[in-house]
């Protein structure tokens, strides 16, 4: 199994561009989510689809959209990419039902000029 | 909303030394979970814990739901343990909409 994955690995964008960040996972997992973490801080959840299907706002939704593809993906977009996006996005799903233990994607490293 | 603390900041020790990491939340939880962010920037679950007390390996986590903490204990240190240890809860009680603490950055030195 790859567990969580998440491409790209790095992306640098210009003010005002888009983009989209994709995850997959192949644990059957139902949730999953979106994290960013600037340096030196704990992570913020962006939003989270709890199924498939279903898509919510975390701490810090502005300036983002999700969509949940199916029960394996879900993808991160910046329509009009900002500096203050500039981040390091985490993905990670888990399991409903049991032990919400949350598995994490390796990242993609965003800078925004 | 929930707020989440740990302590300390930071934590240097000698490989072989132990050590335990706090975490302090506002409300009450149904999910809190340990991880780790290795020097690398990846993330492991250490520990599912809402209450109650589990171990693994040389590691161990206590959580004290009814007093709003949880501790980490990290025993014979090694320098690979080194990194930033997390610790998150649910914001909303339904387990999924988590709010993560700041970290405590654990430097073992050999």
């Known amino acids: 199994n790859a567990g969580v994955t998440q491409t790209p690995k790095f992306q640098v964008l210009k003010t005002g561009q888009s983009m989209t960040l994709q995850c997959a996972q192949d644990?059957?997992?139902?949730?999953m989510y979106w994290y960013r973490q600037d340096p030196g801080m704990g992570l913020r959840l962006i939003y989270y689809?709890?199924?498939?299907?279903?898509?919510d706002k975390g701490e810090v939704p502005n300036g983002y959209n999700v969509s949940r593809l199916n029960k394996r993906e879900f993808s991160l977009r910046l329509e009009s990419a900002a500096p203050s996006q500039t981040s390091v996005y985490f993905c990670?799903?888990?399991?409903?039902?049991?032990?919400?233990?949350?598995?994490f994607g390796p990242g993609t490293r965003l800078t925004v000029l | 909303g929930i707020q989440v603390e740990q302590s300390p900041p930071d934590l240097i020790l000698q490989e072989g030394a132990n050590s335990t990491l706090r975490c302090n939340f506002s409300?009450?939880?149904?999910?809190l979970q340990w991880f780790h962010q290795n020097p690398w920037g990846q993330l492991i679950n250490l520990f599912y814990?809402?209450?109650g007390t589990k171990q693994n390996g040389r590691l161990s986590a206590t959580t004290v739901a009814t007093e709003r903490y949880s501790l980490l204990y990290i025993s014979s240190s090694q320098t690979t343990d080194s990194g930033v240890y997390f610790c998150a809860v649910d914001r909303d009680n339904y387990g999924q909409n988590f709010v993560f603490g700041p970290g405590t950055r654990l430097s073992v030195l050999p």
């Open positions: 814990i809402p209450s």
């Open positions: 644990m059957n997992h139902n949730s």
């Open positions: 990670a799903s888990s399991r409903v039902g049991g032990p919400d233990t949350q598995y």
């Open positions: 409300d009450s939880v149904n999910n």
């Open positions: 689809s709890a199924s498939e299907g279903t898509t």
